[in-house]
Structure formats: C-alpha cells, structure tokens
C-alpha cells in the first residue's frame, strides 16, 4: 500500500467517487481556486478533472453553502458541502440540524439528503479562539445525522467514500492537524470503511482508552509509554461517534474493567460523557475503578503557545490518569 | 409583461384556464376554511397558518409549471401544496395526524409536502427555503433537465440574511429559479414595511440584476401573465426571475390570532379586494353563468366535505412508526 | 406571596430590571407588537412602559438580533436579545459562540459582554420537528457560556433578574410548556435567584432524582408515586446547567447511594450525561447501583399525538427506572 | 462628493494633515513588514493578514474619527489598530504571543483589539463585524452618545448574509453607522466578482437606501474627503452611511500565501498605484521636501524596530493566565 497524507488520501477518494458517481459533486470557498496553503488542499486539481460544475467554487456564504446542498441532495444529487472547518460551520447550523436532519423525516420519509457536510475540528499552533473548535459532540445529540471523525489517511479515504454513499446526512469531521499525517492508504476503489464500526488500535488487557479523531494518535503514544511501566492499555478508535460502536466498548471494558475516554475538546459537554455515561449506565459492575475522562478546560483556545499548552490534552495526561486507575485502591479495586 | 387577459381569438380558451384555476382557489379556500374548522375542534394539533386572501398567487404561478417542475414552499404551505396538485384528502389527513396523511402524520401542517407532485415542503424556518430552492435548482442544472424550481418567501422573510445569500447565489450559477415573494404587508403581528428600509424586495432582487416583476397578488390574471412569461424565460435559459405580488392575508397570522395589530377597518376593506371575487367578476364578464360558478363553489365544498370525513375516519398511525426514516445507519431502536 | 404564571413571572422580572437600570433593553421579533397568542407573552404591555428604544421591534433577522446584542453588550449596554425559541436560535449559533461567548477572551479581558440570549426550549403539543428541540446540553459545552433553565415562575424570574445583573453572556432558556404554569413569585425588586445554585425540590434518602426545567415538575409528580410505593426520592432542580450545582448533587448521591437524571432531550449527547458522568467518576464507590438517564429517542419529534408520545419522556418512565434502580441486585448494590 | 484635496487657503494645514496621514501609512507599512519578518522567523504563531496596498482607507477612515468613536475591524485588523491609535509596541507583543500584548497574549494577529482607543477588535468570521458594528451604534444611540461608529468589511464578505441583515437593520433604526467596503478584488483565492452578482456592495447598499459614496481607495485624498462628509453626516444624525473603496492587495492573502491566482504581471503593475508612492508625489506638489519625506520613513522603520526588539525581549505569559478572564461565574479552575 503507497503512503500518502490525509489530505491526499481525503482527495482521492472523493476522486474515486466523482469518477464512479456523475451526481456526486462538491462546493465551497475556494475550491477551484486553491488553498492559499497548498499542503492542506484537498481539493487540488480536481477542478481540472470535474470541472466547476461539480467543483464548485462557492462565494462567501456558509448559510448557502449548507441549505442549497440540502436542496440539491433532496433533488436528486449527492453534493459534498465543505465547510472548512465547523468554526465556519458554525454560520450554518440552521440548514444542518433544521433542515438536512429532519428532511427526510418531518416529510415522512418522501425524500432523503445525501448530503455530506465537511468541518473539520482540531487546534492548530496558534489559531486561537475562533479557529479551533472542536464540537462534534453537538451533532450526535442530533436526530437525523452521521458524525464521522477519521484518526488515519486510510480511514479519511474510506470513511469518505462510505460517506458519500450514504443515503443520509453525514457531518464529515476532519482533524485539521491530520492533514499532513502521512499512513499508508488502500488504492483498491472499494475500500469502504464501514460507518459505525470502531477499530482495534492496539490490544491490551489492563485498560481501555477510547479516542477519535487526532486524539487516537496521542493515545496509541501513551499506549507504548504505559508498557514501559508494565499496563497494557487497549487503544479503541471509534473512527464513527455516531453510531457508536458501544458494542465494541463493551467488550474491551468487560476485559480491562477500565475506561479511559480522553478528548482533545473541552471535557464539559463532550462526547466522552456519553461514552463513560453509557458504559457507567450498562458496566457498572464490572468496572474495577470508576470510569474516567479527559477534556480540555471550559476555556476558548488562547493564543500565546504556553497558553495553548495550557488548554490542549496530550499523551501525558493520558499517561497520568491511566497510571491512577490501574494503581486504583478504591471499594470497586477491591471487589 | 403582457397585461392583456383575453385575445379574442383565445377568448375561450382563456376563459377555459382561468375558470380552472378559479376552481382551484375555491378548493384551496374549502380547504382553508375546514382546517380552521378542524382546528377549533381540536382535530388539528399544531399551528395552521392560512392563504385566504392569497390564493390567486400560488394558483397562477403552479397553474404555470409543469407536474415535474418543483416548488419550495414555506410555513404558509396549503395553497402551495393544493394548486402544484397534491390531494387534499391526504393533506387533511396529514393536518389531522392520521394514516394515509401526505406525510404519514410526522409533519402536520407546517411541514406539508407532496414530493409526488414536485411539492417539496412547507418549512417552519422562514427564508430557508430559499437556499433549498437555490439548490434542487442547481441539482436540476447538473442532471441536465429542464425542470423549473419555483419558491415562495414572505415579504418578512426577506429581511434574513439566507434571502440575499440565494438571490446572489441563483443569479451567479444562472439557476432555473423563479423566486416568488407573496407580500401581504404583515410578518406575524408587526407591519413589515416598519422593519424594513428601502424600496423592498423587488429593489433588493434588482441589485442582484435578477428581473423584477411586480404585480397585484390578488388579480388572478396578472400573476398568470407575469407567471406564463418569468416561467418560459427560466425555460429557455433565462435564469434566476423575480416575481413580486402584493396582496393581503385575511386572517389572522396563525391559528386563533384575532389579528388585533391591524388598523380598524382594514380587513374589511381588503375583503373587497380578495382574488376569488374579483375572478368571478371577470368569469361573469367573460359569459361564464352565474350557475356554473355557484356549482364549481359547492363542487369545491363538496370535495372538502368529503376529504374532511375520510380524514376524521381515519386511524392515528402506530406508534412505532415515530422510529421509522429517521436514518439508515444508527436510527433509534424500537423498543419491543 | 402571590401566584402568578411563569410568563408574567419573568416579565414582571424584566420590568424590575428595565426600571432600575436604563442600560436594559430587549430586542427580538414581535415584541412590541405582542404575539399572535397572547397567553405566552413575556413582554406584554412593556413597549408602553419603556417605549421602542427598550423594547425594540426586530426585522425577522436572527443572526444580526444576536449580533447586534453582542455589539451592544460589548459597547455597554445590557441587551435581552430574544429569539423566541432555540429552534430560530439556530440561525444566530455563529453569533452566539464565535463573538458573545469568546469576545472577553480573546480580547484580553478588555471588554465583557453583559447579554442575555433568550431561546425557549421544550416540545409543546403537536409542534413538530422544528418546533420543539431542546439544546441546553450544547452551551453547556460552549466557554464563556452561562446556561440557565429555570423551572418554575419563581425561578423563572429571579434567574432572570441575575442573568440580566451578569457580567458575562447568558443563554436564558425557558420551557414552551411552562409559560402557562402558576406558582407563587415573589413580589420583593430584589428577589435574585443565584446562578450556579441547585434547590432540593424534594428532599428523600433512597435515590436521587436530578433534573431541570419541566422535567421537574414530572420528577417531583414522580416523586410522590414512588412514595406510595415506599420509596423515599430526592428531587433536585439545577436551574443552572452551567455551572452546575455539582457540590449539592454529590451530598445528595452520598446520603441516596443512587443517580437517576431524567431528560426531555434526546438522550444521545445530552446533559444528562455529563451528570452521570461526573457523578461515575467521582462517586463510583459510593454507587449502590449503577447511575442512569432517561431521555427522548434519537428521533426528530413527530407531529401525530400517538407518534409524539412516542417521543416523550414521563413520570412512568421515571417512576419505572427508578423501580429497577432501587429493587437492584447487581454486585453494587450487594456491597 | 467634494474632490478639490486642497482649497488654497487651507493647503498648508491640508498638507500638513495629509503628511501626518502619510506618517500612519508608513507606520503601518513597516509594522506590517515586521511582521512578515517576525512570522518568517517562526516567532508568530497564528496567521498573519497584511494590508499592504491597503493603507489610505484606514487611515483617511480612523484619520477623520475622534479617539472616543469606534470601530469594528475585520480579520485583516493591523492598519485598522494603528489607524485608530492602537500602540504599534504592544501589537508587536499581541503577535509574538508576550506579556503586555494589546490582549495579553490571548489573541494574536487575526483578534488584535485595543478597547482604549475604541478598536473593538479585530475578527475571524467574516461579515460578523457588520451586527456587531450595528449593535455598537445602537448602545450608542440608547445613552444618548455622539459617537460615530465604524466598520470595514471585505468585498467577498459582501456575499454573507449578516452584510445585508445589518445594512437593513442599521436604516431601519436609523444608527450612527460608517461602513466602510475596502474591496480589494480578492476573497482569499478568489476572485470576488466571479462569485457576486450585480454591481456589486455599493448597488446593494443602495438597495436599502443607504447613501454610498465610492472612491478609489488608494487615494489618500479621495478617501479622506470622502470619509469627513460621510462621518460628518453621521455626526449630524443623518443616519447609516456607505463607503466603497477600490482598492488593491499586494501581498497574499495570508501568511505565506504566494497568491498564484493572480493574473501574471497584475501585483507589479499594481505596484504602480500603490497609496504611499502617490501620496508621496502629492506631498513633493505641495512643497514637502525630499529628505522630510526619507526622515518620516526612516522614523517610522526606526519607530517599528524598536517595537519588535522591545516585544522580542518580552516574556511570555504565565500559563495561569489562561484561567483569566472566560468568565466570573462558571469559570475553570487553573489546577493547583
Ligand atoms: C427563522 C424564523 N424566525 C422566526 C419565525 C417565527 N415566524 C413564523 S411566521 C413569521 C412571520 C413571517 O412573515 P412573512 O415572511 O411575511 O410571511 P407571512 O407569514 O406573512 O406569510 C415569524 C416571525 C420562524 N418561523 N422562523
Ligand atoms: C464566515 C467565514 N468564512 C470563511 C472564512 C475564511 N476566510 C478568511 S478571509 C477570507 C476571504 C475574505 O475576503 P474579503 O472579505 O474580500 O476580505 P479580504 O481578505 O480581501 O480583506 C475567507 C474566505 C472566515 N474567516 N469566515
Ligand atoms: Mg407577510
Ligand atoms: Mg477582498
């Protein structure tokens, strides 16, 4: 398998599916233009194969961008409506959860919106507040979507494509960080991740960390460093939040008797709530410590770099809270 | 815009039209009028937000499209729905929330659609369908059809910033849009000209250099005219038009609203006003008997007499069928 | 004390916060004009008292109501910017957590914004899809944000009366279905209810039940049912979702071994998660049986009255889990 | 729109004015390529806009405003800051993410505000400074101020809807609002008429009866002319008022951005027309000599360099401060 970047392996496999699909197409700012950044461009050149018919570059209207995709997937089409990032996608919020999501379903199932809307979420070195947000919980406490956060270049292509074949909306969450991630990438036209299936990153039989998106990078790093201390974590990357493969979690938590969920955005309100809550809810017995969770301070991301630092969630953390839970001596410990 | 109604040589066949879409007002009015009914009865359960008064608009512009062309309508949907042909039986079942409802029952009023008959919704998000409508327009022009998508936007609406967003998006992609703005003076209870600067939506449609034209909303034959023309236009290429129709809403804004914000004296003078009368007026002139007219009105009420009894016998839907097409992968599980 | 109905409640509070302060005014849609239905009028008669300068009549333009509340907060002034509901909140997302939320941050400190967003939540009869969401749980997730959910008239106008005297923005969100409730209000200017603190709605030993706008009320109703079964259950109202009182339901989970958090929302991703989660992790010794939700189905709700019931949570469901919870048999509760 | 720059009487205080002007443009310029340089060098963290080319409208703009007026600046805020009296030194240290930075470090470039001098900010959403801007007149309006309020948007911020949801609201409520359209022909990577319908923002102003006065941004003269009556009229309560300027980006976008789509040859020849060079020649008409001219630039570039040491040698913040300021109820603790 040829290695490649995230944002190459994004590409290619919106290639593959505007190859095999004549009504898939994409719109957004700059998308035949180009970035003013070339190494996050995953659209580069693709105006040149599809035309700005089905690559097309869109004014500066988020509201737009989103409702008239929805218009255009009720139509008939399967249009990929980007966004950027959710700190932009934040202008079209109506025509996502108003509109995309309740469609098919306030119409009593008359239509569908094939729709997938592309924001990625992440902190960049110094993007600060109002261009490193990261809110895909907000989406899986809405009915009617698909909320996917690939972690690899070979997830972002097959997660992608499965995307763009679903019949429903899918709110596509890249990790703005990932873009230059470089993995190795299935060329095979069909390699379809399917949505809702959560991957093994590492095996392991003392805890379970579960991670999406950028954060399984970090997790599988403190994975390694917790086995020079003799804990074999088992690293569990959702790659789908929703839905979410609790049956997978299950699993791995009935071995370990511990959960972990750390998350790169604020820990109030996250998606790791729902994860520990679910697990709390259902595996309360088994659990040999009580669940645990890391997320970042309820604080915007501020600029300075010790600031930043202060705010993002790292591998250390990870290390930290896992080493507490395994040396656990609490009433459940004991059981 | 040809203003002439009746070229002699087409006299009757003119006449033939204008009675039919005369017929569909007198329906979509039954229709309104029974919803209220049902309402007051508390057979309806949600809002319902009337056109009376405002037919003539919605009857004329679908009297104009073909059954493949759609619509985007907006909360105020019924005449929407009935003029581009959805079936008011299974309209009023939907307002009622029964089996065999235009929706299966999940929408009611507001959300009324016939996808069948190119009828894509009422919507409860003002100005929304206007992105919508940009959109399946942009759908049609990717497939290569030659479908025309038409939309409705209240005169309230326009003051969202969705509206001008579409407008420059329709006109940039040269869309088969026909944008339709229903201006009844009134956004709920407050006066929309007090909120609203400048010369309103057709000067605003204009700085966009998408074609404007105005007509009175409640003269059936003018919108039919100014609709015949803004349709072939976007037909043959034209792209995004503009038709702007004053006319008035009779009721109140929504449900029980007594409408208490309008000046004394204005509804009943705009009574004398409203399309169905004036249309009469112009069938009798055009030789149409009063007879005929009378039979078309009971033959109207009749109908809805009769979708209203089939919508009160029918069943409520089961109540597992709330789980159903929410989505295809990770929808909720029916519990037993 | 006299009774009152939760919308005069909060409009008497308004009014109190109107006269004592000139820097207070409201903006939204109708205001001045009153409703189509005038049970639900929170600002009846107002324009008459403070005229259109305070009591400003918008233009149907969601985004510039919450943008312009913003502009002025910052620029000194007190603004109670309505948006009636969350579901025409949506529409103002952008303005709401990219400027009002994160301005003093990303400023430095150099500016506050002293603004109450108002966007009722709640499902009221046959209202439909886009016509009943209830989204507290995601400015809970949102830094800089104050969440405030009163449940009873009371409340509704003491919390309204603190959001207003705050510093920083307030996303003031009332029930739909209890407008038309009555209870007894206070008549005293300076009758403040605290933001960030809980009230024991009811007190009781064997669990505790923790819950927030109209879903105390079906607790408290709840409650009583249990107690004819012998169960003794505690009832705590949070009125404020952020912060969250989290000190006053820890004591209540010491004393009751036992969490039960109703919601009206859908459950996936919802509040209720982020209390059984903080609670799992921090209590998960003291547990007797393991904590548990209730909320909606991931569904869009239904307009059909056998189809919204579907979606419903009620004091049967409250009163059915809290059953199992204190009849529980598992490894916790044998402890 | 008065276009004589200097009614004879006046010229020495006009040239004197417009010299004046001339020394913020060089200001500006320098701290703009200071800050290009410090971004090279790794030493600011986020994103940098340059208004390079850009210069005589924030000047001539904040140039005819009283210290205690306001404006709202958009994500390309650096001449915005200086313009408006914003301390170069302390916006050096914003950038470079240290201790006494125009935000404590909290913001950087794209969030640079300095409330003291009445910049309310610069901003990463586009459009977003439009209600913003809007809702500041309006506070002002209520507590009976006389200040003039204004913001500066980009042509393709023109096409998002909160543009035109505020321009209606700013007539409507009759505020004291300058907005200020520096249309530089680009939005990012594209090029803005490509995207836009019409004639473009100064058409729809219009459209909602907002006067609108268009100038060629890069006249120093014409700008300033045309800001003092349009600020003047604002003062006088003539209510919201419009101010288009053409004018030209020199650098890229942003950051490193080479600005490939760019026609070949069209940066250079805008070279040509850039506002220092010809307010230079203006300033040499007017009897200004040469080396007063070399001494302002040198003044300037010494002015910055001492900004940039003093902020090289600056310490960064103590990571506790990242606890400050989210908010006094509900904040997060800093852990121990
Ligand atoms: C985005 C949004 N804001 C507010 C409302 C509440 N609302 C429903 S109808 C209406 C008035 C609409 O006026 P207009 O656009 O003129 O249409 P009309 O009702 O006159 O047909 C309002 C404010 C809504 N449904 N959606
Ligand atoms: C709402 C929003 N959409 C997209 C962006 C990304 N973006 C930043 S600057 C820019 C181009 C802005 O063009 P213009 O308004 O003409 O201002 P200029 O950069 O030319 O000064 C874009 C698309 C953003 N910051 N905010
Ligand atoms: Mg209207
Ligand atoms: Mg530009």
Redesign the pocket.
């Known amino acids: 398998m040829p290695e490649m970047t995230y944002a190459d392996a994004v590409r290619e496999g919106l290639a593959e599916e505007m190859r095999r699909d004549p009504l898939v197409w994409a719109l957004g700012e700059d998308l035949s233009t180009g970035h003013t950044s070339t190494s996050t461009n995953q659209y580069k050149n693709l105006i040149d194969e599809f035309g700005p018919k089905r690559i097309v570059n869109a004014p500066i209207s988020e509201s737009t961008i989103m409702g008239s995709a929805v218009g255009a997937a009720v139509a008939g089409t399967r249009p990929i409506a980007d966004l950027r990032s959710i700190d932009f996608g934040l202008c079209a919020i109506?025509e996502l959860v108003n509109q995309a999501a309740k469609i098919r379903y306030m119409f009593g199932g008359q239509a569908r919106v094939p729709l997938v809307a592309r924001m990625a979420i992440g902190t960049r070195h110094g993007a600060a507040a109002q261009h490193s947000q990261s809110y895909e919980a907000w989406f899986v406490h809405i009915p009617g979507l698909i909320v996917v956060t690939p972690a690899t270049p070979a997830d972002g292509k097959g997660l992608l494509k499965s995307a763009i074949r679903c019949d429903d909306p899918v709110v596509f969450m890249e990790h703005k960080e990932l873009w230059g991630a470089k993995g190795e990438v299935p060329t095979d036209a069909d390699h379809l991740v399917p949505l809702g299936k959560a991957r093994i990153a590492r095996a392991g039989k003392d805890l379970t960390i579960v991670a999406w998106s950028r954060m399984v990078v970090l997790a599988c790093q403190a994975a390694e460093e917790l086995a020079t201390v003799g804990i074999d974590a088992e690293v569990i990357d959702l790659r789908t939040l929703w839905p979410w493969d609790c049956e997978a979690v299950f699993a791995s938590v009935r071995k370990t008797g511990r959960l972990l969920v750390p998350q790169e955005a604020v820990l109030a309100g996250g998606f790791a709530g729902e994860v520990v809550a679910t697990v709390a809810e259902a595996l309360g017995d088994v659990l040999k410590a009580p669940v645990r969770r890391i997320g970042a301070p309820r604080m915007p991301v501020p600029y300075a770099p010790p600031l930043e630092d202060e705010y993002r969630i790292t591998d250390r953390h990870i290390v930290a809270t896992a080493r507490s839970m395994v040396g656990y001596g609490g009433a459940l410990a004991r059981r | 815009m040809p203003t002439a109604t009746s070229a002699g040589t087409e006299r009757t066949n003119q006449t033939e039209r204008i009675f039919g879409m005369f017929k569909t007002m007198l329906l979509i009015r039954a229709f309104e009028e029974a919803a209220h009914q049902m309402l007051t009865e508390g057979l309806v359960h949600g809002s319902v937000?009337q056109s009376i008064g405002q037919e003539a608009i919605s009857v004329a512009v679908c009297g104009n499209m073909r059954r493949d062309d759609l619509i985007q309508s907006?909360?105020?949907g019924h005449a929407h729905a009935i003029a581009k042909g959805a079936n008011p039986t299974a309209m009023m079942k939907e307002l009622l929330g029964r089996v065999g409802g235009t929706n299966g029952g999940k929408g009611g009023s507001m959300h009324i659609a016939d996808f069948s008959v190119g009828m894509l919704g009422a919507n409860?998000?003002?100005?929304?369908g206007m992105p919508l409508a940009a959109g399946a327009a942009q759908a049609v022009a990717l497939k290569g059809e030659d479908k025309v998508v038409g939309v409705f936007?209240?005169?309230?609406?326009?003051n969202?910033g969705p509206f001008y967003e579409s407008l420059n998006w329709a006109k940039v992609f040269h869309l088969p849009l026909l944008i339709v703005c229903?201006?009844?003076g009134?956004?709920?209870t407050t006066a929309?000209r007090s909120v609203t600067a400048g010369g309103g939506p057709a000067v605003r449609a204009r700085a966009f250099d998408i074609p404007v034209v105005s007509v009175d909303g409640n003269d059936l034959l003018a919108v039919d005219a100014a609709a015949a023309e803004l349709i072939e236009r976007i037909r043959n290429g034209g792209g995004p038009q503009f038709l702007h129709a004053a006319t008035y809403?009779l009721k109140g804004?929504?449900s029980r609203d007594p409408g208490m914000y309008r000046p004394k004296g204005e509804v009943e003078e705009r009574w004398d006003h409203e399309p169905i009368r004036r249309c009469e007026a112009w069938l009798v002139g055009q030789g149409v008997a009063l007879n005929e007219i009378e039979a078309a009105r009971a033959a109207a009420q009749a109908a809805i007499a009769a979708s209203v009894a089939e919508a009160r016998a029918a069943p409520f839907p089961d109540p597992k069928v709330a789980y159903a097409d929410v989505q295809d992968v990770g929808a909720p599980s029916c519990p037993k």
């Open positions: 109506d | 937000h907006n909360h105020r409860g998000i003002l100005a929304d936007v209240g005169d309230g609406s326009t969202r229903e201006d009844n009134y956004a709920s929309t809403r804004h929504v």
